[in-house]
């Protein structure tokens, strides 16, 4: 290649990195987001948000806290507007778009409409829910939402909650009360300044007995004055790692009195006599759970492709030593080692947004199955089944995306050297903000287990003949697997090897657990906990498994029109499955689906995968469709001209004072002090040592002369 | 085990795991402190700044940016009382703590001390030295240094930094120029608003000819006005991921004059007419890097502690879940995952503590020899193969310890749960001020490459009979390692084990270059990036096995009067190197030093080991030694206390303001709006269609009757 000029610019660099990729990047955006209709929904999204003053985002790293929080405000004006008047897919699609350009926003919406709103729907009767959206929830006239669940003491033991709803039948109310410190309700997003109204989980206590936690909508401040209502005791939560725009608080309830409608009675209802009717099938209250975390995985898709845009732009126009006499210093892109530290992870984060396009599907058809499900539906078992299935797989994908996502952004951040570390470079606040979703809506490690609980399930169920769902169907035979003894392995292949592994991690977990059960006579719970590091790595490779299949299954119902695009998308899960292979190699080995010379070979293999993934780096996360604003990094724009526009942000955010602030006060004393005359300094010592001497000697004589 | 009460509290709970620990906590503690003398020197530290106003802690999550720095400065008055006062070990001991306490005060205080003055002292000729301690150096009178190395467009490839230092023959002057935006000085610690002069490092250019980088002291500021000198344009870098207490800049000289005894001239020097004599052993200027990463091992250790002991305190006293029919729920540490989570952690701090022990003694023994060499010295070889290898263990134990703290304080962070989340909790803080330890002063990946080329080197010189350094000498025999077939693995065996695995990956690394650059003909720099990731994964299993190795040896020279302390830290040094066998058992079977029926043995001892130091897990982590002022977590107190603590310091920090900020503007607007009238709403749609349809109607009839 001939430079016209010595050097070319970074954003001549660029342009040649996209001069002529071997697919269509459009075709390969709408292959990414499903469908060309929901890329121009995304397009016309962000175009909108880049032009509302209240979502400017270059300014965020400078704002304080409660100034980050106000805006908060002024972006949920605007986002009402679009709420009511487009359709729910529609939004849901617009607000994947706002998770990862606003994640704080995204939030203190999503408490509103996702968990206030939520539980209303999920656990209000009829009229309950005709009452509320009356009352102007849909609009926030008059009501804005927030999910009073965690408590100061209890997290992930709902169960265990122990702020306590105590029937009063003499005047039809439950009573809200936090008995002590550790029932406060704590990190309750929207109350310390915005929620009028709070979805409450308590004790539901009748007559002296306790029946469980349940919901109740309780009113926090008054809505014309914004006045604490009477027994109601809130405070700010203060600074957290990241997501400072919402407003998380406590809450203290002090005998507080609600009506006795005002407990959302679709499940458990109390009757106006204080007789407690429980719910046949409680296990359908799960599904609202599933929501949250097939919206994570998608989140997670899509956090680490804004990451990755930054990562290989900056990857791809940054240059640093030359080898030989090559006076033009190497893109970092081509050294190897850095292909090896982007280029699996931008093929996961592919994976994992195929992924979660087939999760949010399931998730579709599960919530309409609840949702048309009768009384004595004689589809419920079908349906709870479905639930079990889907339950499990987002529990696993939720925690192991999650926590790749969040690893994603650290590895790009230090991809860029010092330049990560600047908040200007987007990374910081990405992780700080990501950071939450590794514990919030199920703390990861549990879900974990959770995972892996159902595989051992599943695997004892296949054992007894029963036939599983087809996502853990390969269970059923850990000792089938063989590996090609010679030739490319081919994608089929890798999906056995994963199938492989997995199921003889299901298996040990599961036959440790009998183990622990009848040699060690452990209750079922305590082997249970005993056998969960092999639940953890069993559910591990579950997840990776099922990931891998689930890109491998959307590659094969690509259209033939679309022939290059899937070449690219073919080697992305090729480098995905193999790389996650070398990662785990010790369960391949260990197995006995590989030996030695497979791994050295697939070794060579991913090497070449990533350079051939690194040769398109640049158009393919092009095709993540990412606008600049969106990006929000002068490092990873799109026309690579990173230096001036990072020294002109930084320069932008940080004017200098007029006046030092503490020069005077604090520099000038310090560089204008004179060292303190210290009795004890080794000048003065030598000279009192010196006296000394001379005085002992003296003595000595004297005493000498006496004796 | 009774309860007086039906719960005890978290205090109670605390008290009782500190009951009966099978070893004494002081003596523990004086072992991981090295001595007796060094941990009363720490606790006097302690106490020190516990007591000194500027160094609270407890309100840092809460201060914006200028108010921190501030501060920062406040602490500089105060420690450079300590600087003048004790000698170098002590001072190096206090700074150990304040880097745990205050990382970001830490780095001001080091940019001056370590970089500014470590340039002068390590550059500067005698006659050039006397100078600067005169005009006040050594107290901050007169020079408060920033040190100018890295710029916009390049930070690791130092010999590429593109600022000018020209010489003037006519004025006997070096002439220091930015040429272009790229060359800006980026990231200059202090250089934003507290510095006076600048250690520049510079293309040293005479008569056209460019000698390479040097280093050359350049004053900023007026001393008296703190006004810029002209020629002097500097910025501010804004806000970080972490350590806002330093003021991060950016500089650009305009053709500023320095007279030319400013050059720092021990190595090079530059005559009044023009004559460049450079050094003959230009490696020894190196000496200067390794103790920075020394720094950083220790302080990998120490903030891994600091983490590891709030996650423990807390895992200890929070309960979640309760088995069986027990109304008392299970402390987080009793649960095997959460012991899983944690105690390998635990053992990894340990071991990292021991082995910077090791480390700093290596390189107290490479600094005298380097301070003491004479010009032709006969010793200077072996000085510089002393050099060489000091140099390449402590780049390997850099990037690696590092890397395992990060991950550490973010894995202890989400034991947490959702309180890690808060910036009170302290993991926020700590992560992200320690964040940039990966990528500083040798990025991370780019050393472990230096350290894999070093084995490299090594190995090929075993070949050739070249006698190795201690620390290495195993590459000599990658072939004649023999796992015991049977019998319980000793640490002798885990030593060989590691030795055995990183042996055969250097070896592969090594073979794999010889290949390129024989058989595809690479140049040999092509060929040494053609093998970055067998030089990769060499390097992490050389760094692990080392650490092993110093822990054990650590162990061994431990005297009979500790032995029950002793007893402890064998359990916790199996545990390290069993664990880092499991997270890296493809190498184990792959080299086939163990078969799977050692690694399933493995497994279990792992589980028991976790279990075994879980039981002593809070007196151990008391042994760590940290005041709760350090720790500055409510939910690590050495008490227990966890939940009244925290929530007085959350209150307290966040005060709820009298008048709502933005109620008016922005809630009360937004509760009271009216869903607008929308021509296009459903219901006007519905009349609007049926409007239309009879309008059509109408007009198909006219229509019909006109023909």
Redesign the interface.
Known sequence: MAFPRPKPTTGETLAMERASPPFNVRKLAVLMHKSEKDLARKERFMAEIARTPAFRLDDI??L?K?EIR?RT??K??IM?HYV??ESLETFNLRMQLIGIADPAFWTRFGVHYGLFLGAVRGGATTSQLNYWVEKGVL????V?GCFGM?E??????VA?LETTATFDRSSDEFIIHTPH??A?K??IGGA???A?HCAVFAQLVVDGKKHGVKTFVVQLRD?KT?QLLPGIN?????????RDGIDNG?IQFTFVRVPRSHMLMKYTQVSRTGEVFEPPLAQLTYGALVGGRTSMVSDSANSAKKALTIAIRYGAV???????GNAI?TQLLD???HQ??LMPLLAQAIANGFTAHKMEEMYGELSSALETLEPNDPNTQDVLDKLKEVHATSAGLKAFCTWSC?STI?TC??TL??H?????SG??SM??DF??Q???EG???ILS?QSGRSLISSYTDAIRGKKLAPGVSYLARPNVFEAKSSGKLDLEDIDQGWACVAANLVRKAAEDYERLVKDKGM?K??AM??C??GR?VAAKAHSIGYIFRMFKSALEAIPAEFENEKKVLLVTCRLYGLHQI?E????????GYFE?KH?DAI?LEV?DLCAQLRAVAVPVVDGFALSDHIINSPLGRWDGQI??A??DH??R??P?PKI????ER??????????AT?F?GPEMRTELDEEIAELAAEAKRAKQTNA
């Open positions: 790293h400078d304080s409660d106000e405000m002024e949920f004006a009402v009511t008047n609009g926030l006239n008059g804005i965690t100061l003491a209890h997290g992930s033991n265990g410190i550790g406060t704590w990190w310390a300044s915005t009028t809505t914004f809130i405070g700010d939560i203060g600074k957290k790692m990241g406590f940054r240059r640093q030593f030359s080898s030989g210093e050294y190897p080692i090896r530290r969040l650290d951040r230090q050297g010092g990560g570390y600047s908040a200007y990374f910081p992780y700080n950071a939450v590794c514990t919030w703390d990861n490690t287990l209750t719970e305590m906990e005993g969960s590091q953890f070398e785990q190699a010790g369960g391949f080995l260990k197995y030695r791994l070794e090497n230096y001036e990072y020294f930084v320069r955010s940080n200098l030092h602030p503490y020069f604090l520099i000038k004393p310090l560089l204008e002090r004179q060292p210290d004890g």
